[in-house]
């Protein structure tokens, strides 16, 4: 038993004397039709127990039926997490009284899950955190249970049952404790938010339960002076109820100060007191202690006679890994190397979901010049798209047409100068790029015109061809600014040029 | 002359070439029920007005010339655990008293689409839980041949109203011997088919892994009739076995020359009745009159059977039973006010806070003394710690029995022996002593505990007036063997046309 430290806290903002050790359980509800066990409806916002049958309500008699979609899907995000998927898998029942789960045992996977043993890369250009592989323990299917509503009725202390989301298909995915500060955190759940995503595995909102984070956190402190240095662990606290990634990265960064200040009041280490759950209270941002809805730690975990082993050949999991859509790891990787776009602007765009990502493909695809695609996409693009409070599908220049913009610049034919205001025109009044072009009277100037329209000015402008001589370059501008109002498609930068190489030419 | 004194198959032809109407043999089924039925006590709840409907509803289309099902127009009793939306499904038991259930299992929904008549449900131990139907919470049914004895049970119900010819044909469920045993006891026919060959949807668990649906009536060949109607894979229950469904009726007219039969010679020579004993022995001398070959096998790890079955069969119904807690349908325990609560419980209620007295409060009360038991047990071998002392090790010696049929199934066709080792005996006489009420289970729990096949068919009556059971098993989807055989003796012997005297 180590005696309370006596030293006082570290001001703030001073080097944290210890490391925090965090890791996530993820319920992901899988993008199904019906249920895991039934043929009833998922869909959120239905009237309270209209989608339920006698399977989901447990009813005496009624057994389950594996939904093979849901396996499926599960199977999908497990070989994108680099999990082993075993060959034989099987159902347990977790035993556990409570009015929302009407079996009195939820339908889990206990010690065969359908995959173990992967990993999630984070690799953060946008430098909020360092590279990490973050490794995942297991990842298994189970159904979801009920929803108690308590108290909904004023005046009355009762509390009301609502069966539509038992037996929804959950994909419980578990980390390491690998993850090393509420940031780590935030960017595990991004970048696996993102990973469903891409899979069409889950549409992963938060709001409707979709998707629910439950983090294990405690501390490891260094005390002494010995070497190795001896470590000292704080108890493990469960943290529940957090319904945003925001909500996860403050109730971890509140709990590790309680935990830090709880130790050292108390010196209580690991094993020295029950595991405990705190809910997190997002209103006064704090985590209380909560009475965990599982009364007894002992689910007495059995196989669930009702169902039969799923069992997956290796030729079953190949043909599974050969449809799987490109990741966002990957994808990120090709726009750096084939596209040429640099890795902060690959993640802001693989970030930004498929949708997008597809649309810059296209936009560089049509120019050929993935830079370039890139600038517009990352800036006019997403700016545009903040402003007018526009997804990327509801974006009204499609993907070619942004192609063509870029592709009439580079051929000279668009002067850059009047591209963003074409660009404008094309958003606010959703034209085609040929319509905007011929509305804004904007036509390529052929160069003989320019050099024919540069020896009429230097001609009638001798002060300016020997102030040049001189040196005062800048004296060309007033010259640029004469040709632009003579053709509004002369592009200065252009003319410019081609000015001053007919007064070189004319002094040579 | 009673109609009923004919066998299912006669009623059929009966019907068929419109000698007979439905509502005639409905309406002798009915008052036969309503004359015979209150001493024995076999039904729990007769669909007196419903099975009147379907009869002429049959009637009507056989006589437009309309078609009709297989079993159009026979009367068939249901025990209690099997769902049926327009009777009552209690399970014998204060927990489900006035449940309905708002679905048919699949085998009802199979009897409808075959015009069979559901009668009525019938009487059993508290969610089969039993071998006397003693432990039933609603009613006491006695043993038609003699009535100070049991039916034998779980399916007591279903046995005592063949036995009194009040219908002709009956669902059982056997989980450790439920529908063998009481058929045993009550001199008829009774069929366990393999595991999965008939589906569980609708059947009310009690053990998961063991539950089976069965045909339970006067003869082989009307068990024949009965499975063919009911068996076949079911989308619904993920354990029943996409298995074709042969054809019953023709298989049992087959000779049984050749057969080999295996007598289960230790279970013979143990602590078995003589008079039942010399019963099974005379059975054995019929059928190899008949041209099977009958050799003595061992199925040398049966003798932990009983022990593996009262290990994992809990362990499920402990599970299976816990949705019963008062929360969404059957029974609830009505909150006591302060006053009505004794000095421990208002301590308890302390602690335990409103939500979970309710569950023990209805709990405690819903269910009866051999349930609790059980799923104590069941309780107690799943908890962390006794798991793998327990559970584990039960289901590995359950493969050991299964090795032990595979490898007796390679020597012969069909093992015979004893159903029971004693007739039925008195009320009162085991349900004080729970154990000896398991140990009787000894020779059928191993079928359960392997999946496979098993029949009860009778071979004998004691001095006292008690029937004898001959016990047939067989390997995996040998219904068509067991049947054969059975249908055989049955040509050969008169043992199943005895009927129990009448008081
Ligand atoms: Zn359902």
């Given at each position: ?43 959120f916002?239905a009237?309270?127990?209209?989608q ?6 447990g ?12 396996y ?62 973050i490794?995942?323990i ?22 009301r049952?609502d ?10 995915i ?21 990973l ?24 490891h ?11 000292i ?12 990634f925001?909500a996860?990265?403050?109730?971890l ?15 209580k280490?690991?094993?020295?007191m ?13 985590t ?18 009702d ?6 050949t ?17 994808l990120r ?28 493909l ?5 120019c ?15 700016r ?15 993907s ?18 009047r ?14 790029l ?28 001798p ?24 053709n ?21 | ?14 019907l068929?070439?419109n000698?007979?109407?439905?509502e005639?043999v ?24 419903g ?20 079993l159009?127009?026979?009367p ?16 014998a ?8 259930p ?10 409808r689409?075959a ?17 006397s ?8 049914t ?22 009194s ?6 669902l ?44 339970m ?40 020359s ?24 005379e ?24 022990a ?13 039973l ?35 007295r ?25 908890s962390?710690g ?22 007796a199934?390679?020597?012969v ?35 359960n ?30 219904e ?12 050969a ?11």
């Amino acid at each position: 038993m180590t005696p309370p430290p006596t030293s006082t806290p570290p001001p703030v903002g001073a080097v944290r004397p210890y490391t925090v050790i965090v890791g996530l359980e993820v319920h992901v509800q899988l993008a199904t039709h019906t249920k895991l066990f039934c043929r009833c409806p998922v869909k959120f916002g239905a009237p309270p127990n209209t989608q339920t049958c006698p399977v989901c309500i447990g009813l005496p008699g009624a057994l389950p039926v594996l939904n093979e979609t849901a396996y499926y899907l599960s199977v999908v995000t497990a070989l994108a997490l680099n999990c082993e998927i075993p060959a034989y898998t099987k159902w347990d029942r977790k035993n556990y009284y409570y009015p929302d789960l009407p079996k009195g045992y939820q339908i889990s996977q206990f010690d065969l899950p359908m995959s173990c043993n992967g990993w999630l890369d984070l690799s953060d250009a946008q430098g909020r955190c360092s590279n990490r592989r973050i490794r995942i323990i297991r990842a298994h299917l189970e159904e979801d249970a009920g929803k108690s509503m308590h108290d909904e009725i004023a005046g009355r202390a009762d509390t009301r049952i609502d069966l539509n989301r038992t037996g929804t298909p959950l994909l419980e995915i578990v980390s390491q404790p690998d993850l090393r500060s509420s940031a780590e955190a935030k960017a595990y759940l991004t970048e696996l938010k993102l990973l469903l995503t891409y899979l069409g595995v889950s549409d992963c909102n938060m709001q409707e339960g979709s998707l629910r984070v439950d983090a294990n956190v405690n501390l490891h402190i260094p005390v002494g002076s010995g070497t190795p240095e001896e470590i000292i662990e704080t108890p493990i606290v469960e943290i529940k109820n957090m319904n945003s990634f925001r909500a996860v990265e403050r109730a971890l960064d509140f709990e590790v100060d309680r935990q830090y200040r709880e130790w050292q009041a108390t010196g209580k280490q690991k094993g020295e007191m029950p595991k405990q759950t705190r809910g997190w209270d997002d209103i006064h941002e704090v985590t209380k202690p909560q009475r965990s809805k599982e009364e007894s730690s002992d689910y007495r975990y059995f196989p669930d006679p009702d169902l039969v082993p799923v069992t997956t050949t290796t030729d079953q999991l190949e043909a599974i890994r050969s449809t799987l859509k490109e990741l966002p790891a990957a994808l990120r990787l090709r726009l750096i190397t084939d596209y040429g776009v640099t890795p902060y602007d690959a993640d802001v765009i693989v970030n930004q979901g498929r949708t997008l990502a597809d649309y810059f493909l296209a936009v560089a695809d049509q120019c050929g010049d993935g830079k370039q695609a890139c600038n517009w996409v990352t800036q006019e693009v997403l700016r545009s798209m903040k402003e007018g409070n526009l997804t990327i599908e509801s974006f009204p220049i499609p993907s070619l047409e942004l192609g063509r913009l870029i592709q009439s610049v580079q051929a000279g034919k668009l002067p850059r100068s009047r591209a963003k205001e074409v660009f404008g025109v094309m958003l606010e009044q959703i034209l085609d790029l040929d319509t905007t072009l011929s509305r804004l009277g904007i036509q390529a100037v052929d160069s003989g015109a320019l050099t024919d329209l540069g020896r009429e000015l230097l001609a009638a402008n001798p002060k300016v061809v020997a102030d040049v001589q001189a040196g005062k370059e800048q004296a060309i501008g007033a010259l640029v600014g004469q040709a632009k109002k003579s053709n509004p498609n002369v592009d200065p930068g252009v003319m410019r040029q081609i000015l001053l190489d007919l007064i070189r030419q004319s002094a040579g | 002359m009673s109609l009923l004194d004919h066998s299912a198959l006669e009623l059929l032809a009966l019907l068929q070439s419109n000698q007979v109407r439905a509502e005639q043999v409905v309406t002798e089924s009915l008052s036969r029920i309503e004359q015979l039925d209150p001493p024995i006590g076999s039904f729990l709840h007769v669909n007196h007005d419903g099975a009147l409907a379907a009869a002429r509803d049959v009637d009507r289309r056989r006589h437009l010339g309309q078609p009709v099902g297989a079993l159009a127009g026979l009367p068939v009793a249901l025990k209690d655990l099997i769902c049926t939306i327009d009777q009552p499904t209690t399970c014998a038991s204060r927990m489900l008293a006035n449940f309905r259930p708002p679905y048919d299992a699949t085998v009802v929904a199979r009897l409808r689409a075959a015009d069979a008549i559901l009668i009525g449900k019938t009487n059993l131990d508290e969610f089969a839980m039993g071998s006397s139907t003693e432990s039933s919470a609603l009613q006491r049914t006695r043993n038609p041949w003699n009535r100070d004895h049991v039916p034998g049970g779980s399916s007591g119900g279903s046995a005592a109203c063949i036995a009194s010819d009040l219908v002709p044909l009956a669902l059982g469920t056997d989980t450790g011997g439920s529908i063998r045993q009481p058929a045993a006891f009550c001199g008829i026919t009774g069929l366990k088919p393999t595991y999965g060959r008939v589906s569980r949807y609708g059947l009310i668990a009690f053990a998961s892994s063991l539950d089976q649906i069965g045909p339970m009536c006067r003869s082989a060949a009307d068990a024949a009739l009965l499975l063919q109607a009911t068996a076949g894979h079911d989308r619904h229950d993920s354990t029943s076995a996409d298995v074709e469904v042969p054809d019953y009726l023709k298989a049992i007219a087959q000779p049984i020359s050749g057969l080999r039969i295996g007598i289960l010679r230790q279970q013979l020579d143990s602590d078995v009745d003589p008079e039942i004993h010399r019963a099974v022995t005379e059975a054995t001398y019929v059928l190899k009159s008949l041209g099977a070959l009958c050799q003595d096998i061992d199925l040398p790890h049966s003798q932990y059977g009983v022990a593996t079955y009262y290990v994992i069969a809990p362990c499920e119904a402990s599970s299976n039973l816990a949705r019963y807690d008062g929360v969404h349908y059957g029974f609830r325990a009505t909150q006591l006010t302060a006053a009505e609560l004794t000095a421990s419980e208002s301590a308890d209620l302390e602690s335990e806070g409103p939500l979970v007295r309710m569950y023990r409060r209805t709990r405690e009360t819903g269910f009866g003394a051999e349930v609790k038991r059980r799923i104590m047990l069941g309780t107690y071998a799943l908890s962390a710690g006794y798991y793998d002392a327990y559970y584990l090790k039960a289901q590995r010696v359950r493969r050991l029995i299964r090795q032990d049929f595979d490898r007796a199934y390679q020597q012969v066709d069909a093992l015979l022996g004893p159903v029971t080792p004693t007739p039925a005996f008195r009320f009162g006489e085991k349900s004080q002593d729970p154990l000896s009420m398991y140990l009787g289970d000894l020779f059928t729990v191993s079928a359960n505990l392997a999946g496979l096949p098993g029949l009860s068919i009778p071979c004998g009556i004691t001095v006292q007036g008690l029937p004898i059971g001959l016990h047939l098993q067989g390997p995996s989807f040998a219904e068509p063997t067991l049947l054969r055989l059975a249908h055989a003796f049955q040509q050969a012997t008169d043992w199943h046309a005895r009927r129990p005297p009448t008081s």
